[in-house]
């Protein structure tokens, strides 16, 4: 045994084989992630299959965040400490982010000694919803009707122009529906500008849209572009339940919502994967709701609908690799789990397995109501059709049961 190692050792093939590992270590980067979530999360699983990745950080203010759970080293501080950032930024070859709240401004500081992807500059655009919807529009691309308000007269006149119902929004670190209020009436004003007190706003005419759907979009450092087949997406309480993978659109409707999303990833100049936000109208009409310059739930069937999750597209993209397959091969739904309503607190999860339903848990330690705490991906391994797929999403909100944890 020990004379074969010392021929290898000897031999050509070995010596080259070093050779190979060390410059593979050389050539490695360390990736600083803003955010620890299960976005996080799913970043840091990709990014350990990828031989161009040594180690990932996350910056994270929950102590032992979910992506510190699967092997990340952790910076424990809030996202936008700007000591921390920095801290990340000198232990990083290369930063990117799960979350949109991130501080810009930092970003762009660091910028020059640092890889950043997405961009500070399109990431400066897209936190603020106004400045994003702007830059659309400038670019020709369709979004609902939308104004700044400043005060009650503003809103007052904007009421009157565009008619009523419309969507009071703030423009800043708003998710879930959370900076959204639906006025109906004049007399919810007061209400509505209460509210959002303080903060920067706008108001945006309703859409009646017939569909929600969006589109995951990766660019790379080299301005390549590949999208992934457009998603339908179903919203309880303003926070996505269902995502169906591919949507079931019209042929018409998918190649445009893929133009879209081609068109936005040309003109934002970003690096990385986007998750574009899409409402389809009765007659077919398709506006941009919303941008997320990062990964995107609707983008978690990709784990098992196709040969390259979007984690991997993002790692990809970021780090100027060629970008991945990103057609669907099996249709999929993907399910969230959220926490129910009726307590807050460690929690268990029942769960009866079958062969084409993946579980994903994020390893949060605590359950709280409609928290996203993991999903399941319904795979379509057998070809039996989205309405077999509908059952067993059905059976699942039956049979897969968060409970309080004894203590
Ligand atoms: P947002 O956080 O702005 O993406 O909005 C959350 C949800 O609110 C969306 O998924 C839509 O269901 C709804 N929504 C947002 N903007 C509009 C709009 N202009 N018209 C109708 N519904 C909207």
């Known amino acids: 045994m020990l004379l074969a190692i010392f021929k290898q050792f000897q031999s050509k093939n070995f010596a080259k084989l070093l050779v190979i590992q060390y410059l593979l270590n050389v050539m490695s980067k360390i990736l600083g992630i803003i955010g620890g979530g299960q ?42 400490d700007e000591d921390a950032i920095k801290k990340l930024s000198e232990l990083s070859d290369i930063i990117t982010y799960e979350i949109e709240s991130g501080n810009s401004d930092v ?17 400066r655009i897209i936190q603020d919803k106004l400045l994003q919807k702007q830059f659309l529009q400038k670019n020709g691309i369709a979004v609902a ?62 859409v009646k849209f017939e569909k929600e759907v969006s ?101 990809r993209a970021i780090l100027g690799m060629e970008l991945g397959d990103s057609s669907i091969k099996t249709p999929t739904i993907m399910y969230n789990i959220l926490g129910p309503k009726t307590f807050q607190g460690e929690y268990n999860v029942l ?6 339903i993946h579980l994903k848990m994020y390893g949060k330690l605590e359950s709280k109501p409609q928290r996203k705490i993991g999903h399941v991906n319904i795979v379509d391994v057998e070809n039996r059709g989205m309405d077999e797929l509908f059952k067993q999403v059905e059976d699942l909100k039956k049979n897969l049961v968060i409970e309080p944890k004894e203590s």
Do not use: W
């Open 107 to 123: 970003l762009k500081k660091l910028e020059e000694n640092t890889e950043i992807n997405p961009s500070p500059d399109t990431l």
């Open 215 to 315: 589109v995951i979009a990766a660019r790379n450092t080299k301005g390549e572009i590949s999208t992934y087949p457009v998603v339908e997406n179903i919203h309880e309480n303003n926070i996505l339940r269902t995502t169906i993978a591919p949507g079931r659109v019209s042929e018409t409707v998918r190649k445009e919502a893929e133009k879209i999303a081609e068109k936005t990833m040309e003109v934002l100049h970003g690096a990385g994967v986007f998750g574009i936000e899409m409402f389809v109208t009765s007659d077919d009409e398709i506006l941009i709701n919303e941008i997320a310059p990062r990964v995107h739930n609707s983008g978690h069937h990709t784990l098992q609908s196709c040969s390259t999750s979007q984690f991997e597209q993002h790692l």
């Open 39 to 80: 976005l996080g999360m799913m970043l840091t699983e990709a990014a350990q299959n990828l031989d161009d990745i040594s180690k990932i950080i996350v910056l994270d203010p929950t102590e032992n965040c979910p992506a510190a759970k699967v092997g990340a080293q952790q910076i424990v501080a809030d996202f936008k």
């Open 351 to 356: 769960f009866k397995k079958q062969d084409n």
């Open 145 to 206: 009707e939308f104004e700044k308000i400043e005060n009650k007269e503003e809103l007052n006149q904007m009421i009157d122009k565009m008619g009523l119902p419309l969507l009071l929004k703030t423009r800043r670190d708003a998710y879930d529906g959370r900076g959204n209020y639906k006025i109906n009436s004049k007399s919810e004003i007061d209400d509505a500008l209460d509210l959002f007190s303080g903060k920067t706003l706008m108001v945006e005419k309703f």
